[in-house]
């Protein structure tokens, strides 16, 4: 016969050892018996419900993949989620209806503590999807420079606590194509607001304003009055930062002319110049004032082509010099939105390009037409 001795007592070789039950045989045998235990006590039930999906279906990006079958589009495929999700966590408070009601308030679990934390968890799924539905429109923000991207998303966040199903999606989707294109304005004139300065504009041939250095005096404001100009190829911008050693810099450069060169390329992408995959100012050293090379994909010769070049110093400057292409479809843009040119011809005249570069440049600023051109939605809704 043999004999197994069990033995509950903590079992410590020192001076100060002690015989004090340490394992609590009712512990084990509810720990054993209610699964409630299996789950983490610091996880919250969004990441239990996160952790049953990634089981069944390999996390939520799976879950959206095989969701986008034929003939469903993106916001449908996670309206079926966002239910899915909405109906299980429903479901998991409903079955405190099967506790018996002394239970709860041993407990301690009321009822509004229960309708709180249900609304905090519903309005946490709502956000989710939101953001999720957000971050598929780069179709759209890839497009935006820095200051309109911000402007635009900050509206559209503060909208997530509405309720997430198809129209609520299709109606902020299609707010969003109809406010993009005026992004798409606003931002090319503020890009080449940002380049004003005596020495990189020249003024429309009917413009006889003459301006002295004393009027220039000002390094972050233009001249009173002035208007009816274009950019010159070769611009000195004043306001946007330059090299530095400072906190913040990327590879000697400082963030607000990163920022401001980045915002250059996504002005000529949205001009027809394809700058997808090409140089972006974190891309180079700036740790000397040698000339920077940011280039585009011509599609018509298959060839990489120089977009801009461009210096930058220590006293804050940055010094450019623009494609010539480049050059004409923006001056020609800004004027038609500032309003000084009324037609092609107008702005042929007035800047001195030739007709059918001005012709082409008149209404080369990117622009959406439907909102099937941002999420493949399936149905056309005319913007």
């Given at each position: 016969?043999?004999?197994?001795?069990?033995?509950?007592?903590?079992?410590?070789?020192?001076?100060?050892?002690?015989?004090?039950?340490?394992?609590?045989?009712?512990?084990?045998?509810?720990?054993?018996?209610?699964?409630?235990?299996?789950?983490?006590?610091?996880?919250?039930?969004?990441?239990?419900?996160?952790?049953?999906?990634?089981?069944?279906?390999?996390?939520?990006?799976?879950?959206?993949?095989?969701?986008?079958?034929?003939?469903?589009?993106?916001?449908?495929?996670?309206q079926s989620m966002?239910?899915?999700?909405?109906?299980?966590?429903?479901?998991?408070?409903?079955?405190?209806?099967?506790?018996?009601?002394?239970?709860?308030?041993?407990?301690?679990?009321?009822?509004?503590?229960?309708?709180?934390?249900?609304?905090?968890?519903?309005?946490?799924?709502?956000?989710?999807?939101?953001?999720?539905?957000?971050?598929?429109?780069?179709?759209?923000?890839?497009?935006?420079?820095?200051?309109?991207?911000?402007?635009?998303?900050?509206?559209?966040?503060?909208?997530?606590?509405?309720?997430?199903?198809?129209?609520?999606?299709?109606?902020?989707?299609?707010?969003?194509?109809?406010?993009?294109?005026?992004?798409?304005?606003?931002?090319?004139?503020?890009?080449?607001?940002?380049?004003?300065?005596?020495?990189?504009?020249?003024?429309?041939?009917?413009?006889?304003?003459?301006?002295?250095?004393?009027?220039?005096?000002?390094?972050?404001?233009?001249?009173?009055?002035?208007?009816?100009?274009?950019?010159?190829?070769?611009?000195?911008?004043?306001?946007?930062?330059?090299?530095?050693?400072?906190?913040?810099?990327?590879?000697?450069?400082?963030?607000?002319?990163?920022?401001?060169?980045?915002?250059?390329?996504?002005?000529?992408?949205?001009?027809?110049?394809?700058?997808?995959?090409?140089?972006?100012?974190?891309?180079?050293?700036?740790?000397?004032?040698?000339?920077?090379?940011?280039?585009?994909?011509?599609?018509?010769?298959?060839?990489?082509?120089?977009?801009?070049?461009?210096?930058?110093?220590?006293?804050?400057?940055?010094?450019?010099?623009?494609?010539?292409?480049?050059?004409?479809?923006?001056n020609v843009q800004?004027?038609?939105?500032?309003?000084?040119?009324?037609?092609?011809?107008?702005?042929?005249?007035?800047?001195?390009?030739?007709?059918?570069?001005?012709?082409?440049?008149?209404?080369?600023?990117?622009?959406?037409?439907?909102?099937?051109d941002v999420l493949?939605?399936?149905?056309?809704?005319?913007?």
């Amino acid at each position: 016969m043999n004999v197994i001795r069990i033995s509950l007592i903590d079992k410590r070789y020192s001076r100060y050892g002690s015989d004090a039950q340490k394992i609590d045989p009712f512990s084990l045998w509810f720990k054993k018996n209610f699964a409630i235990f299996e789950e983490s006590e610091n996880s919250s039930h969004t990441d239990t419900l996160k952790n049953r999906h990634n089981k069944s279906a390999g996390g939520f990006d799976s879950r959206l993949q095989n969701a986008m079958v034929p003939g469903v589009d993106l916001v449908a495929a996670l309206q079926s989620m966002y239910d899915t999700d909405l109906s299980s966590l429903v479901q998991t408070y409903k079955k405190l209806e099967e506790i018996d009601t002394v239970v709860l308030k041993e407990l301690d679990v009321s009822f509004d503590g229960v309708k709180e934390a249900l609304k905090l968890k519903i309005g946490s799924l709502k956000d989710k999807y939101w953001r999720e539905l957000f971050s598929n429109f780069d179709k759209i923000t890839d497009r935006l420079t820095a200051s309109s991207r911000e402007k635009l998303l900050k509206v559209l966040f503060e909208h997530t606590h509405v309720d997430f199903n198809k129209s609520n999606a299709y109606a902020l989707v299609q707010w969003m194509c109809k406010n993009a294109n005026l992004y798409f304005d606003d931002q090319l004139v503020e890009t080449v607001e940002k380049m004003v300065s005596q020495s990189s504009i020249v003024l429309y041939k009917s413009n006889e304003k003459t301006f002295g250095k004393e009027q220039w005096r000002y390094v972050y404001r233009s001249p009173e009055g002035l208007d009816r100009f274009a950019l010159d190829y070769r611009i000195v911008v004043t306001r946007e930062g330059g090299r530095t050693d400072g906190y913040g810099s990327t590879n000697g450069l400082s963030r607000r002319a990163e920022v401001f060169l980045n915002d250059l390329c996504t002005i000529a992408g949205n001009l027809g110049f394809d700058s997808t995959g090409c140089e972006r100012a974190r891309d180079f050293g700036w740790n000397d004032s040698a000339k920077k090379v940011f280039t585009y994909y011509d599609h018509t010769t298959e060839k990489y082509v120089t977009l801009f070049e461009c210096r930058a110093y220590y006293n804050g400057n940055l010094h450019l010099k623009l494609n010539q292409a480049f050059l004409a479809k923006m001056n020609v843009q800004f004027g038609k939105l500032k309003g000084w040119v009324k037609s092609p011809k107008e702005a042929a005249d007035e800047m001195g390009v030739d007709i059918e570069i001005a012709q082409h440049s008149y209404n080369a600023n990117f622009q959406i037409t439907s909102t099937s051109d941002v999420l493949c939605l399936g149905v056309d809704y005319a913007v």
